[in-house]
């Protein structure tokens, strides 16, 4: 079984910062990429970043220049900080690991629970 839990979400004034946390436990052999995504109220999930074992990020146009992923192996967790926040930030964000298990083969993506941020203008 494979858990990710994130923290760190929270109210926040525009302009404002915030760091999301996420970590992977349970059986795991290797972790390749992993990320954020975002549902707004009313609106469809959407990627935010992802970074992958080897470090290589990706950004939805959205954020760049104002969020930065980073991920540490050793602890098998992926941070999201965020500054410069703005109400349209406003959220549950997910995060995500596509996760191979001992014994398995095969790649399978995890989701967390999502953590809730809210920028107020």
């Known amino acids: 079984q494979v858990r990710l839990v994130e923290s760190g979400g929270g109210l926040v004034q525009a302009g404002g910062s915030l760091r999301l946390s996420c970590a992977a436990s349970g059986s795991i052999y290797r972790i390749d990429a992993m990320g954020w995504h975002r549902q707004a109220p009313g609106k469809q999930r959407e990627l935010v970043a992802t970074v992958t074992s080897g470090g290589s990020t990706n950004y939805a146009d959205s954020v760049k220049g104002r969020f930065t992923i980073s991920r540490d192996n050793a602890k098998n967790t992926v941070y999201l900080q965020m500054n410069s926040l703005k109400p349209e930030d406003t959220a549950v964000y997910y995060c995500?690991?596509?996760?191979?298990?001992?014994?398995?083969?095969?790649?399978?993506?995890?989701w967390g629970q999502g953590t809730q941020v809210t920028v107020s203008s």
């Open positions: 995500t690991s596509r996760i191979r298990q001992p014994g398995i083969t095969i790649l399978e993506d995890y």
